[in-house]
T-cell receptor
Framework: GAVVSQHPSWVICKSGTSVKIECRSL??????MFWYRQFPKQSLMLMAT?????????EQGVEKDKFLINHASLTLSTLTVTSAHPEDSSFYIC??????????????FGSGTQLSVL | AQSVTQPDIHITVSEGASLELRCNYS??????LFWYVQSPGQGLQLLLK??????LVQGIKGFEAEFKRSQSSFNLRKPSVHWSDAAEYFC??????????FGAGTRLTVKP
């Protein structure tokens, strides 16, 4: 089946550094990718919707300059956490949306990235 | 390895009929369990979650789910399905390390 590869699976960084998370669709083209964030014992929070070749649409309360999203191709979207701080520590997960027909849509998830900022 | 299994890729039910979507998980520690719904063209919406306590969890839109430790299951149910319930449903398992595992999803089609 379709696979979404997300790297890295975990990362520890110092406060003030930037971290890039990649999300790749390995055997299909994803016109849309979603980026989520999850805090312990809470539900996933949609951060932004990324469409290939255009600017990402951010959810209310998500800082665009803090969480840079680039969807440069149909198989790759990246999330860069700039100047990370401890409060950015969280689990980040991407998902790729595929529509192969008017009634045939599917969402595939990456394996997630656990970010810890010291 | 931890995993979440949704055995049914696609389910079709008639409007007004009852619904049960199956979810099984591996790894024995008490999990955090979620059910999400993804409507066409939209992101995920949380239906309900289980962390502890009452094993029968009530969610939004008339959904409920029951955690059964002995069966490692967390099946989602609704007594009467509406046409607007047609969507993809994901069972998700988390743990104390905030490590999330998604099921492959079950697509629900509702017949008039």
């Amino acid at each position: 089946g379709a696979v979404v590869s997300q790297h890295p699976s975990w990362v520890i960084c110092k406060s003030g550094t930037s971290v890039k998370i990649e999300c790749r669709s390995l055997d299909f083209q994803a016109t849309t990718m979603f980026w989520y964030r999850q805090f312990p014992k809470q539900s996933l929070m949609l951060m932004a919707t990324s469409n290939e070749g255009s600017k990402a649409t951010y959810e209310q309360g998500v800082e665009k300059d803090k969480f840079l999203i680039n969807h440069a191709s149909l198989t790759l979207s990246t999330l860069t956490v700039t100047s990370a701080h401890p409060e950015d520590s969280s689990f980040y997960i991407c998902s790729a949306f595929v529509r192969s027909g008017p009634t045939n849509e599917k969402l595939f998830f990456g394996s997630g990235t656990q970010l810890s900022v010291l | 390895a931890q995993s979440v299994t949704q055995p049914d890729i696609h389910i079709t039910v008639s409007e007004g009929a009852s619904l049960e979507l199956r979810c099984n998980y591996s790894y024995g520690a008490t999990p955090y369990l979620f059910w999400y719904v993804q409507s066409p063209g939209q992101g995920l919406q949380l239906l309900l979650k289980y962390f502890s306590g009452d094993t029968l969890v009530q969610g939004i839109k008339g959904f409920e789910a029951e955690f059964k430790r002995s069966q490692s299951s967390f099946n989602l149910r609704k007594p009467s399905v509406h046409w607007s319930d047609a969507a993809e449903y994901f069972c998700v398992k988390g743990n104390n390390n905030n490590d999330m595992r998604f099921g492959a999803g079950t697509r629900l089609t509702v017949k008039p």
